[in-house]
């Protein structure tokens, strides 16, 4: 049942338990915060060359999955929808080369030993916000959330350069302009690296309702896959 103003949920992901806090209102739910992963800096400073633009530093955090975390002024570039098509390309290549280049390996998760998303970070539009980004993923898939997983890794990554601190609270801003908060609850060691454990918040909105049925004359009822 729905209790204000704090209603306490858990639920089962593939990467484990996942406890949320979410914010009641006058009945409505008003924001979700949960505690992510632990999250750290592997990599700072790599440095890659990409064709046409050259050389460019950029780090590797892991908030859920590694990601190649790089300026958008190092690209010569803006995060903002009219550039979606460009920044999809862009980071699909950064990730390409970035996996060709450096080794990567969850010192405590053997099958995590790849950079899987790329997060171009930007200044924020929205005054209330600390940067703007945009996370390129999949096969070509753009996020147009500020990314859970991407905020957590982009707060492990100003938290161990010394620009971030553990009271204050960091806003990160979508290619839409929707925000996502993260704070530093706490601190913790994967394998030889410092970790924090982050705290997200976030907004959703209902925008429907579906439903799935079997039919057992279906020859294809348990779904299917074609590439």
Same mark, same amino acid.
């Given at each position: 049942?729905?209790?204000?103003p704090v209603?306490?949920v858990? %639920?089962?992901a593939?990467?484990g %338990?996942?406890r949320?806090?979410?914010? =009641?209102k006058?009945?409505?739910v /008003?924001?979700?915060s949960f ?9 700072? +400073?790599? @440095?890659?060359e ?5 050389k460019?530093? %950029?780090?590797?955090?892991? #908030?859920?999955?590694?990601f190649?975390?790089?300026s958008?002024k190092?690209l010569g570039?803006e &995060? ?9 390309? %862009? ?6 080369i &970035?996996n060709d $280049?450096?080794?990567?390996q969850h010192?405590?998760?053997?099958h995590i030993?790849? &950079?899987?998303?790329?997060e171009?970070? +930007? +200044?924020p $539009?929205n005054p209330?916000a600390?940067?703007?980004n945009v996370?390129i993923? #999949? /096969? #070509? /898939? ?7 997983t991407?905020t957590?890794a982009?707060? *492990?990554?100003?938290? *161990?350069?010394?620009l971030?601190? @553990?009271?204050?609270?960091f806003?990160y801003?979508?290619?839409l ?7 530093? =609850?706490g601190?913790t060691?994967? #394998?030889?690296?410092d *970790?924090?454990?982050p705290e997200i918040?976030?907004s *959703?909105?209902? $925008? ?5 049925v ?8 348990y ?5």
């Amino acid at each position: 049942p729905m209790v204000e103003p704090v209603t306490k949920v858990v %639920l089962e992901a593939p990467a484990g %338990l996942v406890r949320g806090n979410v914010a =009641v209102k006058n009945g409505k739910v /008003q924001e979700v915060s949960f505690k992510n992963v632990p999250s750290f800096l592997y990599k700072e +400073d790599v @440095e890659i060359e990409i064709p046409e633009i050259g050389k460019v530093t %950029l780090d590797i955090s892991f #908030g859920g999955s590694f990601f190649a975390i790089v300026s958008a002024k190092k690209l010569g570039i803006e &995060v903002k929808p009219e550039n979606a098509q460009k920044l999809n390309i %862009l980071g699909m290549k950064i990730r390409d080369i &970035v996996n060709d $280049t450096v080794e990567v390996q969850h010192p405590e998760l053997p099958h995590i030993n790849t &950079v899987d998303l790329v997060e171009i970070y +930007d +200044d924020p $539009t929205n005054p209330e916000a600390t940067y703007k980004n945009v996370v390129i993923f #999949g /096969q #070509g /898939q753009v996020d147009r959330s500020p990314c859970g997983t991407g905020t957590s890794a982009k707060l *492990a990554t100003l938290y *161990a350069k010394g620009l971030f601190k @553990e009271e204050e609270t960091f806003i990160y801003e979508s290619i839409l302009g929707t925000l996502f908060k993260g704070r530093v =609850v706490g601190k913790t060691k994967v #394998g030889e690296f410092d *970790a924090i454990i982050p705290e997200i918040t976030g907004s *959703a909105y209902i $925008t429907g309702f579906n439903h799935f049925v079997f039919d057992d004359s279906d020859p294809v009822k348990y779904g299917f896959i074609l590439k």
